[in-house]
């Protein structure tokens, strides 16, 4: 950005053509942003722009173009879409990559449900369809809201753009009092053909795939626009119901085409692994003459009595899993390697690729994971790529599935130069020079600057305002990074106190490009916004390593509140209670109890966690609605032989109803259940006088029986 002639040293020659040069810019702006759905610059730029032009404007009052950006009207940039709670969260899918991962998904769930290899078990097999999914819904028959995913518990209120769509009905007949259609929006390939060159004719942005040209037409604040686009609805789920739609996936399938949704033609019932297989190789087949992108099949439990019973994981259901297509490969050469230092300070190495495309789409980095994979080993030390190692100048294959970061995969020796290294890992961070270290039993090595290292502190900020942690309007890697390097910020709590420190030190925020009064106190007000923020979050955005998004929801549930978390963690030692019960949480192993407690035992950490927590309010976690259950808050026991379900299915429906599941009794147990065989914790909870039912009594306390 030219922005070095002062406005009022400003000829009329220099105004006129700055003037022109903004609303150049800004024009370019407000297409990228309302009709492309890819907006080119922040809206802190474009605030910034925007009073330019008016600066200048008032200067030279004469020279307002008849196109001024001042008279533009339609939606301010900032806006975006009002949010909605999902009633019922909008999950996503674990995933098969091949025939043994289904047979093990079949095994998993007969396990779970102690069901013996016999007996009958059918699953539907349908396309993943490649699009954005989308919640409907629908109160005595109207449509009342569209809502897309977002982060799962929270998305946009796409209402209006969803009435455009023509697969989507306005109005059901006979249809429960409430119901949530989910399923996907898409475009057909000759359709997105057809926009893109309808695109290119009007000189706007061309789409890369189907899938980004659904989500940035759904995504329009302007539902005009949408409707302009030739958008498409599969119904493959739903959330929220008065009533049931019917006992089995199938049924309830059939019951939504019924009801007038489009569902996808090549769903099919499947009596087990074999079948699903069958039926997933002929969808393969005709997935090139589909007309629309699939990227695998979703297997679903067929009775729905049974998917009730499996429940869910923190983010996926255990009834379900994606069959992913394989993925697809490309030959380039390796240009460097380079190593990038992570928010735990592991180092990774990064192929820099000659660019070529994968799938449609042009690679030029790919992740070589760690030191063992470029030297052809696995994390067992077992020979990987018949032990070929890569190097800087080889020809390698390039490997791209869905979203995920492509990786290398395969070198070919036979164009080797002669010359080429073996490459060697550094033993310093690149960063801060710190040593980098390996640890026995840890694949990566990893820089000990800790708090010192400037590219550590960097990306545990990255993480720390990441979607799924504080996610902070208008503050996002780009800002994170130019406010470090200005020393704006250099740990969380900073972030808190920035409002404070406008106007005051060497560097001011209002000196900045881009940061003029209007978008500063914009992006203040969003994080006095984050002041409040849910447990859940907060133990995610610490950036800890091992805990993941999932862990962390897990975490605030067990907890319920910072202080509880907090406590818990800065006393748990391997072997006491603190540690027991933070084992005792479904999910929670010894690696990830390790990482919490060495983070909150260290000082520097615990202070840096403290500042921050003093300038926030965090709420407590929802805990499920166990009110009214007959077992919340009870620390319950089971064993001997459980015959109506296996132990995995009664410990997390005991967990889901508030109930603390332990392994051993002692004086703390409420209860025991106790099935054929119990031995000596039937014989210790009766020298305690400890409550001890049987599985039919256990299933009649909880009412299931
Ligand atoms: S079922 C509780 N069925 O895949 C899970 N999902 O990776 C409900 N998707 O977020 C999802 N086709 O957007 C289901 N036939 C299908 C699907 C499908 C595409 C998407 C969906 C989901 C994602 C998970």
Known sequence: MTDTIKIDAMTRDQAVAELARLADILARANVAYHTDDAPDISDAEYDQLKRRNAEIEAQFPDLKRDDSPSEQVGAP???????????????SLSNAFDDADVSEFDTRIRKYLGLGADTALSYTAEPKIDGLSLSLRYEDGVLTQAATRGDGAVGENVTANARTIDDIPATLERA?????????????HPDFEALNDR???????????????AAGSLRQLD???????????FAYAWGALSDPLADSQMGAIERLCALGFQTNPLTRLCDGPEEMIAHYKLIEQERATLGYDIDGV???????????RLGFRSTTPRWAVAHKFPA???????DAIDIQVGRTGALSPVARLTPVTVGGVVVSN???????????????????????????GDWVQVYRAGDVIPKVADVDLSKRLKDAQPYIMPDRCPECNSEAVREPGDAVRRCTGGLICPAQAVEKLKHFVSRAAFDIDGLGAKQVEQFHSDKWIAEPADIFTLRDRYDTGLQQLKNREGWGEKSAANLFDAIDDRRNIGLGRMIFALGIRHVGEAAANLLATHYGTWDAFSTAMRTAEEGNDAWDDLLSIDGVGAVMAGSLATTFNQEAEIASIDRLVAHLNIEEAVRPDTSGSPVAGKTVVFTGTLEKMTRAEAKARAEALGAKVSGSVSAKTDLLVAGPGAGSKAK???DLGIETIDEDGWLDLIGAL
Request: aromatic fraction near 6%.
């Open 366 to 392: 790919a992740t070589l994971h760690n030191e063992d994979y470029i030297a052809g080993r696995d994390n067992k030390g077992e020979q990987i790529r018949d032990g070929k190692d890569i190097r800087v």
């Open 223 to 233: 539902a005009n626009i949408t409707r302009a686009r030739p958008l498409r609805f």
């Open 77 to 91: 940039v900032a806006d975006g879409f009002s949010k909605v709670t999902h009633a019922v969260a909008m999950l």
């Open 684 to 686: 210790k909870a009766a």
């Open 298 to 308: 979703v297997y679903k439990v067929n009775e729905l009595g049974l998917q009730s």
């Open 328 to 334: 697809e490969l490309a030959w380039t050469r390796l």
């Open 199 to 213: 695109q290119a004719a009007a000189g706007q942005k061309t789409f890369a795939n189907p899938r980004n040209a």
């Open 176 to 188: 429960p009092a409430i119901l949530e259609v989910r399923g996907e929006v898409y475009m057909s």
